[in-house]
């Protein structure tokens, strides 16, 4: 019997793990920063207009104890509704993520309706065959230059699930799939260079041109790329050569069989037809325009969505599916995504409950308190860990940005260190923590997409992360140095 004829009827039954699921470890993690809001005493800095940051930041020297607002078990039970649009001002928070992650899974319903990527798919290992490992250093590049320029992250959730089947199919497992986007994007966002999104937000807020130290963050990402590329290329090598060293093994035949839509089987031809080809085009076309939206026309999550909706519209009519066939694929689609949906209101929902609760202020203020009169390296890298630390709950760039740097920054001055490498300290240190943050939505979105559980991918990752700690404690320290 083959591995494809051991699968079960469901192939949700071998992704099964024996760690709890996103939704499980979300939910617990509302729980237990609600606790925290019994503990810590609740705080405030004020706030004034920062024009160049364009939003209200902390004022340095302001914080002041206020009364406690401990958050309950109503107030937990309201976190993952509260995630998706405030209950009180009906403001939105993720709803815009949720519905966006949608329209993108109706979206690819359409398109594995047509056949068309299930036949591309075969049509391209076919022309790749023998020199699939090269789409590894390549992708992760252009997600690199995505992170880096204007913080590719929300958006990545789109490519999920078009890359893991290609690697699959491919002979790599799904975590390479997964590691490819979320590691790509991720490492430029560490090494971010001209990212309006942290290290020009940042920068704004420590009040330093966003140029000062440029070079050095050039270093982390060019360093920091060539490291990951290394480890995933090494890591895809591994399991293809031998599949049982996958970190998935158990469930690699029931991702072929999820992802390929039955295995190794031929389903479709392996000649796209014409109408097959007009589709792929306009798929192409469609992640083409969201990049040239989102880069350069201000776009959003709700312009992303739009997009998608009416190029799933013009794909069906293309491909003569009819109303019927056209609807329910996008329906069916939309439903297989639903999970990812859910997912990032709860983690939106654990900020939720920390800003009701009002202790980021007093953890940043406690940061604060801690880094007087160190001496120059003791500070730089005592700065790298507390913003580690604080990017576990404010996982956001934009929004750790506008919190500590009006803060921490200006405490480099009495440290002799330049505000620039508090800077890359903070953007490093947010990056790094982002490609395992469970309170970020495209960490666990991306692992739902990919069917990869989070115990999965830490030890995937792990030694990745050790690897990157010490190469940016290194650069840091030498550029405080220098």
């Known amino acids: 019997m083959t591995e494809d004829e051991k699968l079960p ?12 699921t996103a939704y499980t470890i979300l939910f617990g993690l ?35 104890t206020v009364d406690p607002n401990p958050q309950g078990f109503v107030d937990v039970l309201m976190a993952p509704t509260a995630g998706f649009y405030d209950p009180d001002s009906y403001v939105a928070n993720a709803i815009d993520v ?76 799904a975590v390479t799939g997964v590691a490819i ?34 070079v050095l963050r050039f270093i982390l990402l060019i ?14 090598h591994r399991v293809k050569t031998d599949p049982s060293r996958s970190v998935v093994a158990k469930q690699w035949a029931a991702h072929k069989k999820l992802f390929l839509q039955g295995g190794d089987q031929e389903i479709h031809s392996a000649t796209l037809t014409t109408i097959q080809i007009i589709a792929l085009v306009i798929f192409a076309l469609t992640f083409a325009v969201m990049i040239w939206g989102v880069s350069s026309q201000g776009w959003w999550m709700a312009r992303m969505g739009s997009l998608f909706f009416g190029a799933a519209i013009v794909i069906g009519i293309i491909a003569r599916l009819g109303e019927k066939k056209l609807t329910g694929s996008f329906v069916d689609g939309a439903r297989d995504l639903l999970g990812v949906a859910l997912v990032v209101g709860l983690a939106r929902g654990i900020v939720v409950i920390m800003e009701q609760g009002m202790i980021a202020d007093t953890i940043l203020h406690s940061a604060e308190t801690s880094l007087g ?23 956001s760039s934009s929004g750790l940005a506008v919190l500590s740097m009006p ?38 979105g991306g692992l739902a997409i990919g069917r990869v559980s989070y115990d999965r991918w830490l030890a995937f990752i792990w030694p990745l992360l050790l690897i990157l700690t010490v190469f940016i404690t290194v650069v840091i320290s030498v550029g405080t140095l220098l």
């Open 9 to 20: 009827e469901n192939p949700e039954t071998d992704l099964a793990s024996r760690f709890p």
């Open 30 to 64: 509302i729980i237990l920063v609600a606790a925290l809001t019994w503990l810590i005493p609740a705080g405030q800095y004020e706030r004034a207009m920062n024009e160049e940051v364009g939003r209200e930041v902390a004022v340095p020297g302001t914080y002041q």
């Open 98 to 173: 949720a519905m966006f992650i949608l329209f993108l899974g109706g979206f690819l319903g359409v398109m594995n309706a047509t056949g068309a990527i299930d036949t591309g798919i075969r049509s391209a290992m076919r022309h790749l065959k023998g020199h699939e490992i090269w789409m590894i250093p390549i992708l992760m590049v252009l997600f690199a230059i995505g992170g880096t320029t204007y913080g590719m992250a929300e958006e990545t959730l789109a490519f999920y699930a078009i890359l893991i089947p290609v690697i699959l199919a491919a002979g790599y497992d």
């Open 181 to 214: 986007i979320l590691i790509g994007a991720g490492i430029g966002v560490l090494g971010s260079t001209i990212n309006p999104f942290a290290t020009v937000i940042a920068a704004n807020a420590a009040g330093i041109p966003f140029t000062d130290g440029i």
């Open 223 to 236: 360093g920091g790329l060539l490291i990951c590329i290394g480890y995933v290329m090494r890591y895809a």
């Open 373 to 395: 009169g160190l001496p120059e390296l003791a500070f730089i890298n005592l700065m790298f860990w507390i913003e580690v630390g604080m990017s576990f709950f404010v996982p």
């Open 407 to 444: 803060i921490l920054a200006p405490l480099a001055d009495f440290a002799n260190v330049g505000r620039d490498l508090v800077v890359t300290a903070y953007q490093s240190a947010n990056g790094l923590v982002n490609l395992i943050n469970p309170t970020f939505a495209v960490v666990v």
